[in-house]
């Protein structure tokens, strides 16, 4: 079972910037898709960002409502996926979970039903 470990929340005011990582111990993220994921109280888990392995030529792809302020990125040496975020906004606040696919070759999806692997979650919270 791959263990997916999120860290680096916190509390940020709106228009500023927090980076949250998913690393993977004991395991190669670089095999797998690896996206992020987010979950408001009383909301739904929507998709935020997801990143391809390797294998799929390592796209990215976001939500409509993130793009030009979040940006995922690798660092294979760290076995660690980041999240960047800037320009935070209140609707930003979430819980947010990093999650793994294994689909070999296959560019990633936002789409929680094809991730099998999770991780337990970091809290967002943009407020002044």
């Known amino acids: 079972q791959l263990q997916l470990v999120e860290s680096g929340g916190g509390l940020v005011q709106p228009g500023g910037s927090l980076r949250v990582s998913c690393a993977g111990p004991?395991?190669?993220?670089?095999?797998?898709?690896i996206g992020w994921f987010r979950q408001a109280p009383g909301k739904e888990r929507e998709g935020v960002s997801c990143i391809s392995s390797s294998s799929a030529g390592g796209s990215t792809n976001y939500t409509d409502s993130v793009k030009g302020r979040f940006t995922i990125s690798r660092d294979n040496a760290k076995n660690t996926v980041y999240l960047q975020m800037n320009s935070l906004k209140p609707e930003d606040t979430a819980a947010y979970y990093c999650a793994a696919d294994y689909r070999p070759f296959r560019p990633c999806v936002l789409s929680k039903e094809v991730f099998g692997s999770w991780g337990q979650g970091t809290q967002v919270t943009v407020s002044s």
């Open positions: 004991g395991s190669s993220l670089d095999y797998y898709n």
